[in-house]
C-alpha cells in the first residue's frame, strides 16, 4: 500500500462527506434530508479511518470547484442522480478496501473497520440513496414514455415522409402536426393512466409526458424546418435522436442500476426497426397512389 493511496483514499472520503452534507443541509424535505445526513456522516466515519494516518485534511481548490459545480448539477439532474453516479464510480474503491481488509499490516480492528467500509460503500449507500424521494426519480418513467414514444412516432413520420415527398420542409412540418396532436393524446392516455395507479400524481405524471414528448418533436423536427437539404437534416435529426437517447438511458440507468450500453442499444435497435418498417410503408404508399394515378389517366 503506498502512501498516495491513503491520502488518495482520505480526500476522496471528505470529498464525498463535504458534497453530501452540503446537499443535506439545502434539502427542504425533512426525510430527504435525513437520509443525505446519514450518508454524510457515514462518508465522515470513513474519512476518520483514513485521516489517522494523514493527519486532518482540506479540500483543495480543485476539489471545492467540483463541489460546487456538482452541487448544480444536481439542482438540475436531481440528487439521487449526482449521488449515485458518485457511488457507482466507487465500486473499485470498496474492491480496493476489501482487499486492504486483509493486508496484515493492519491491525486487526483496522481490517475489520475496512470491511464494513467496503460494506457501506456497496450496500449501505446505494440504499439509503435509493429512498430519497425526488420529482425526478417517481418521473423517469414518464420521460421515458414521452421520450421514446416522440422518437418512435416521429422516426415513423419522418420515414414514412420521406418516401411519399422529395421536400425536407413539408417532411418537418408534417412530422410537427403529427407529433403535436400525438402529443396531446399522449398527455390525456397518460393523465388516465395515473390516475389508475396509486401513488401517482395524475397532474405532473401526465405533464412530465407531455412535455417530454412535445420537447422530442420540436427537436427531431427543427433541422427539417430551418430550410437544410434533406440529407443533412434527416442526418442531423437522427444524429439528434441517439445523442437524447443516449443522455437519457445514462441518466436513468445511472438511477436505476441498470447497464447502459445494453439498454442504450436495445433502444436504437427498437427504434431502428420502426424507422426501416415507416420508410418500407411510405414507399409502399407511394408506390400504390402512383399506380392509381397512372390507371386513371
Ligand atoms: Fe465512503
Ligand atoms: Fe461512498
Do not use: C
Amino acid at each position: 500500500m503506498e502512501n498516495s493511496d491513503v491520502l488518495k483514499y482520505a480526500l476522496d472520503e471528505f470529498f464525498d462527506y463535504t458534497l453530501y452534507s452540503r446537499m443535506a443541509s439545502s434539502e427542504r424535505n425533512p426525510k430527504n434530508r435525513k437520509l443525505l445526513s446519514e450518508l454524510a456522516r457515514q462518508e465522515y466515519e470513513h474519512y476518520l479511518f483514513w485521516s489517522r494516518f494523514t493527519g486532518p485534511l482540506k479540500l483543495g481548490l480543485r476539489d471545492s470547484i467540483r463541489v460546487e459545480l456538482l452541487l448544480a448539477a444536481s439542482r438540475v439532474l436531481g440528487r439521487v442522480f449526482i449521488v449515485k453516479y458518485l457511488e457507482r464510480r466507487e465500486e473499485a474503491v470498496s474492491e480496493a478496501y476489501r482487499r486492504l481488509a486483509g493486508d496484515p499490516r493492519f491491525s486487526e480492528k483496522d481490517r475489520a473497520t475496512l470491511d464494513k467500509i467496503a460494506k457501506d460503500e456497496e450496500t449501505h449507500e446505494k440504499e439509503l440513496s435509493s429512498q430519497v424521494d425526488e420529482f425526478a426519480v417517481r418521473h423517469l418513467g414518464s420521460m421515458a414514455l414521452g421520450m421514446s414514444d416522440a422518437m418512435i412516432e416521429m422516426a415513423g413520420v419522418l420515414a414514412g415522409f420521406l418516401g411519399y415527398t422529395e421536400s425536407p420542409f413539408h417532411t418537418g412540418v408534417a412530422g410537427l402536426i403529427v407529433g403535436v396532436s400525438a402529443s396531446m393524446s399522449m398527455t390525456a392516455a397518460s393523465f388516465l393512466q395515473a390516475k389508475h395507479e396509486a401513488g401517482k400524481t395524475p397532474g405532473s405524471t401526465a405533464l412530465t409526458t407531455g412535455l417530454f414528448y412535445l420537447s422530442t418533436v420540436g427537436l427531431l423536427t427543427s433541422p427539417f424546418l430551418i430550410g437544410l437539404p434533406m440529407l443533412t437534416a434527416l442526418t442531423l435529426s437522427v444524429s439528434l435522436a441517439l445523442a437524447v437517447l443516449a443522455a437519457f438511458t445514462f441518466y436513468s440507468s445511472t438511477i436505476l442500476g441498470g447497464k447502459f450500453l445494453r439498454e442504450y442499444l436495445e433502444n436504437v435497435l427498437v427504434i431502428a426497426a420502426v424507422v426501416v418498417a415507416g420508410f418500407v410503408f411510405g414507399n409502399i404508399v407511394k408506390e400504390l397512389i402512383d399506380l392509381t394515378l397512372i390507371s386513371h389517366t
